[in-house]
C-alpha cells in the first residue's frame, strides 16, 4: 500500500511542478501587460501634478479654464498625457489662437489606442457622448535638451450655456 502512495506522489509531482510553472508564467505575462499604476513601467498610469501634464502637451490652461482633469501613461517609447477642462463663454477663441492650429467641424471620434482610456482614466467627460465634436492636430518641435516631437490632438465640444469642453490627447513621437 504504502508503495502506490510513493508511485502516486513521482507521477503527480512532475504534473504538480509544471502546473506551477505554467501559472507563474501566466502570472508574470499578465503583470508586464497591466503594471501597475505608478510603477513607472511603460504601460503604467502615472500620478503627476497638472503642471507636469500641461508642461509636456505643451498647453497653457487659461486662468479661467475649469473641471480640469488630467492623466499621464508611460509607454515603452513614446510619454501620452490627457487633458480635458471646461472654457468659459468667450474663451475658446484666445485659447485657439495661443496654440496656432485650425479646427474641423464634425471630427468624428477616432481618439487612438489610447484616448478614451486616457480620458477615463483622468475622471474627464467622455467626449464620445458630447455633441458634435470639432478637431485640430499639431506637430510641434523637440524642446531643448529633448529630441523627441509632439503630436498633439484637440477636440472641442461647445456646451449649453455657451461653453467649451475641451480634450487634449498628447504624444511625443521620434
Aim: glycine share 12%.
Amino acid at each position: 500500500m504504502k508503495r502506490r502512495w510513493v508511485l502516486l506522489g513521482v507521477l503527480l509531482l512532475p504534473l504538480v511542478l509544471i502546473a506551477c510553472v505554467v501559472g507563474a508564467r501566466h502570472w508574470v505575462r499578465e503583470l508586464e501587460r497591466n503594471p501597475p499604476a505608478n510603477s513607472g513601467r511603460p504601460g503604467s498610469w502615472m500620478t503627476v501634478s497638472s503642471e507636469r501634464a500641461t508642461d509636456f502637451a505643451r498647453i497653457r490652461l487659461p486662468a479661467s479654464a475649469s473641471e480640469v482633469r488630467w492623466s499621464y501613461l508611460i509607454g515603452f517609447q513614446d510619454d501620452l498625457a490627457f487633458l480635458s477642462f471646461r472654457l468659459p463663454p468667450g474663451e475658446e477663441q484666445g485659447f485657439l489662437a495661443g496654440l496656432g492650429i485650425a479646427i474641423k467641424p464634425n471630427a468624428g471620434t477616432d481618439f487612438g489606442t489610447y484616448g478614451l482610456e486616457g480620458f477615463h482614466q483622468a475622471g474627464a467627460p467622455d467626449p464620445t457622448t458630447a455633441g458634435p465634436l470639432r478637431y485640430g492636430s499639431f506637430i510641434a518641435e523637440p524642446l531643448p535638451g529633448h529630441n523627441k516631437r509632439l503630436g498633439e490632438s484637440v477636440w472641442l465640444a461647445a456646451e449649453a450655456d455657451g461653453g467649451t469642453r475641451v480634450w487634449v490627447s498628447a504624444m511625443d513621437a521620434p
